[in-house]
């Protein structure tokens, strides 16, 4: 009986600690999801770049289907709209450590750290909003891809798996940009880190052309690329009969680096708010 009188109050206060957690990530997010909603355009102009991706590559590329060696069933609008979803939630997830920057420039984060609100709910907050923005993003760059003519014969069910594909590789570089923007706190920074890696990720995968083309050396950074997983992972479900265990151990593998990165900003957030 003693060791239950115990163990009860610890089961409960575990309980109240995450119902706690849950609840003001669930308020933050709210939060953040208010701020975005005031301001749409953000959204819009945001997928501007993804639209010329899809349409000026997709017409100037067309004929690359024709290249001896490049094996695929569709169209290259087909081939290319995976492409044009991972690139897309890299590329706006990598600018989230300029939110960050602003509330900390602003005073927002240092009054949240004076205040009762869950350390955890703040960072899980960032992450919800980037994981809605992404969602919404992905899946209007879809209805332009249909628009446009390409064929889905993965259905809803390949769109869904696509979709949350670009929410995971949308986390690993949201807070990896997080991470940086807490760590130097500079804009300055986020922008180098952004050119440094975007263009050397994008064209190390196969968004434009099959790895099977590419040199050697070039193959080996592609199949260790986030970027270049759920490229082939929006490839494969949105074909007519996918690689069921290649999308499951590459999308194991991004659910693994999202939550060690997340794990990272977590950590990261935590020295900052000692130092504050």
Not at 23 to 38: E, I, N, P, S
Not at 99 to 127: C, K, Q, Y
């Amino acid at each position: 009986m003693a060791t239950m009188d115990v163990t009860i109050p610890q089961v409960t206060r575990e309980r109240s600690a995450f119902g706690t957690t849950l609840a003001h990530t669930a308020y933050l997010t709210g939060r953040k999801m208010h701020a975005l909603a005031r301001n749409p355009w953000v959204l819009a102009f945001s997928l501007v770049q993804p639209a010329v991706w899809l349409f000026l590559f997709g017409e100037l590329f067309r004929r690359v289907i024709d290249i001896p060696g490049f094996r695929f069933g569709g169209s290259y609008l087909d081939y290319l709209i995976p492409g044009v979803v991972a690139m897309n939630a890299m590329s706006n997830n990598m600018w989230a450590g300029m939110a960050m920057i602003e509330e900390i420039e602003r005073g927002t984060l240092n009054r949240f750290l004076v205040s009762p609100a869950s350390r955890i709910g703040i960072m899980n907050a960032t992450v919800a909003e980037q994981a809605v923005a992404t969602s919404v993003q992905t899946l209007i760059i879809l209805l332009l891809g249909l628009a446009g003519g390409a064929a889905y014969p993965g259905g809803v069910g390949g769109c869904v798996l696509l979709i949350l594909a670009s929410i995971l590789v949308g986390v690993v570089f949201g807070a990896l940009s997080n991470v940086t923007g807490m760590l130097l706190g500079s804009r300055e920074a986020i922008i180098g880190v952004y050119t440094f890696f975007m263009l050397p990720l994008m064209f190390l995968s196969s968004a434009f052309i099959q790895t099977s083309l590419m040199p050697g050396w070039m193959q080996a950074i592609a199949s260790r690329n986030p970027l270049n997983w759920v490229v082939q992972v929006g490839r494969s479900v949105l074909a007519a009969n996918p690689d069921w265990g290649a999308v499951a151990v590459r999308c194991g593998g991004l659910l693994a680096l999202a939550v060690g990165c997340v794990a990272l900003s977590v950590v990261t957030f935590r020295s900052y708010a000692k130092n504050v």
